[in-house]
């Protein structure tokens, strides 16, 4: 296609200038014709006409060329009526009787002017077919350049006989000699006639051309881009694969005793007296696929609404197969994507080991890799060194030793020495080598610290794992942190024969469990897992591709009318009615607690308000694998500043509260205002941001799960799997981002059979969003979001604000400024 459109060298362009003179634009494609002195053939003139086009404005190339692909000749024909309106316009300008016979006349030039065209385009279509007399007439007003000296002297005196001509014709025009026109007109139409005829062969050889242009023009085809297909096609549940598209489902209420689902009773005593009597209802349909059994067994993937004891279903089973073993060995792997949550799965590991640790079994070993340790602190916990007597390995020592040093042999993969593990660099003992064990049998790890140890610990092996969990598994699969799935695939598709046998069964490899609330089901991701026999297990009433909310979550919108006055609406909500236990324990739970924290009113203080409002706002709460704890100790910048304020009264919130904003700033800032606006909320008041250090945020926790806090202020860092067991309303301060992220937010709530409420803030620019996206009301709802009853609309802060309050807010505001300025200068 594009070969046609390459101008031809230079020497030879048309150039049309209408404007030039009024003859010109009376006939404006009048010098389509021939301008060479040899005859050019019919195609090779068709391509000429474009180069005349192309001496107008060149705005648009592909434009100008399409129409000379599509409608060679057409081109000419269209402008015309253009044209001669524009003539006929300027016509009726002239008034009375001489203005009527001009416009006659005029008429008549026109049609000569239009006649004299389509003979131009007869001869560029066919020259034989056209008089030399024609041809010159055709040439017209339009100037030539660049032409061979012989032709534009073979011209001159017909531009000469042309010129006399036109003034003979102005002067026959103006005399009214209209014999001598009517016989030109003659000559004219006979010369018409003549090029109609050719008309047809012109198309047709013109059709050749577009045929065949490039044996034409001698022109290579220029290189072109593969065309881009772009595959519209959506997946449906007919075009996933049986396992996606025929879940196993369960009941939500089927739960079972332990013991019918393969646990021995004295296990199952052990959990029950840790609270667990019987198993959930993901717990019901899992363990059995999990537990050793005679059955081709396959990889598992979960999906189940948040709070539903997922972590349990895998715990469980596992613990029960390791501790059978009785080497430590690194057997499992666990990934999640934040340490709160490694944090949390330890615990609940813990738990659970005593429990099998019965009878002869193994009390299986729990370390974790999520960096809030120095990495070589890390490495010693998880790895241990021995010297172990060897004279071969010894020697193979030595001579390693002598080798010339291979700086690729001796620099890890980044080339960074240091970060290697100081074990390494200790000295066998003669005829002894340093070996290298793990001291854990499964580890918990966030993803690029787990990276980081298979790269960079020496002795570090995945030789013997047979287990692999991915929990937060869309998240984890969605962003590749680190291509950690890639190279631990790649660790798992290797391995020592007979090292991933699992005991007192004949099967071997490595079994994964892959678990989510919000479970992806796009196969892109998936396939990374490479799984084997997998089978899709949906706790019921979630439908395949839907996110469930808990049964038990009430959920309520509250419109906020005056956006700048946001945090007062939240305040009312905290100080209404609304806010009331609204489980049957909590009150005592939080009586309870809340005395003990009397006594011990060190730990809330310090958590509340410990954190600087001008500190990092960074938002993510994913894994940074080389962000250890050391370093990022918060400097207590703004208590100095900002002394607590003294509580007025005796706290009264009668039930506990997680209000989610838009990032970690956003959450120290509002977590600030709170206490500033209330004091008397402020020693309730905890904050939970990925700024924050670790240890700081596990106290945080413990100190709400304690009661000692009530109201905590986060950031998504915690939206994800963190299980607050005695959380009730979860407040959604900020919209979330997604439909995934309101599932997550709100599930935080409603866990393990409990009631829970979450409140949703919605503007006036949010309502639109709230309503469709996340509600699933209105036009084009469109929510992917499963629940059981509707959004209540709920009124609060309807009533004015009031000058005060207002003014006390702005003050609050002000100081806040004064104190971030404060936080900022002291940087
Ligand atoms: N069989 C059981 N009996 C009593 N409590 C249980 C049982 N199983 C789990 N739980 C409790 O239920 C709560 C929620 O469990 P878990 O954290 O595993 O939920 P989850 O499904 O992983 O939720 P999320 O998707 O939010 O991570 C935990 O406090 C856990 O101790």
Redesign the pocket.
Known sequence: MYSRYIPPKKEKPFVIRPQTTSAASDRPYANLGQTSAEPLQPLAQAQRIVFDDDTLPPIDHSKSSRKLDEEPTGTVEEKKPKKSKSKKSKDNTQDGAEGEEKESKSRKRKRDAADKAVVSKGEVSNEKDVTPESNSEAVGAGETEGEPTSVMEERKPKREKKKKRKQEDDVDMIDGDEDRIRRRHKSVFDKVQKALQTKDDVQDANEEEEAEPEVEHGLEPLPQPEPIIFDESKLTYETLPPWLASPVRVGPDK?RP?TELGISPESSKI?ESK??????A??TAVLPLLLPSPDRQGDVVVA??????????YVLPMVHDISKGRVTRLRALIVLPTRD?VQ?VQL?FE?CTAAFAISGGKRVKIGTAMGNRVFKEEQSVIMSQEQRYDPQGYEQYLQKQNRPVNLEDSEDEDGDEDDNLELERSQPLPSHVIAHESKVDILICTPGRLVEHITKTPGFSLDYVRWLIV??ADKLLAQDFQQWLDTVTEKLGIGKPGARDFPGSNKSGVRKVI???TMTRDLSLLNGLKLSRPKLIVVEGTKAGEQNLPSLLKEYAIKIREPSLKPLYLLDLLQSKHMTAVNRDISDEVAVASETSDSDSSASESESEAESVSSSSSDDDSDDSNDSDESDEPKPKTKQATPTPTPTKKPTLPTTVLIFTKSNEAALRLSRLLGLLSPDLAPLLGTLTSSTKTSRRARTLRAFAQGKLRILVASDLVS????L?HLEHVINYDLPISETSYV?RV??TA???RKGCAWTLVEHAEARRFWRDFAGEGKGAVTSIGRGGAVERVRVGEDEFGEERVKAYEGALERLREEAAGGEGRR
């Open positions: 739960t332990f959990l609270g667990l009597k019987d198993a959930f993901v717990q189940a609404p948040t709070g539903s004891g997922k972590t349990l279903s949550l949390q609940a738990a929990d937060e678990l989510s609330a994800r799997g963190i299980d067991l997550h599930g935080r866990r393990a059979g």
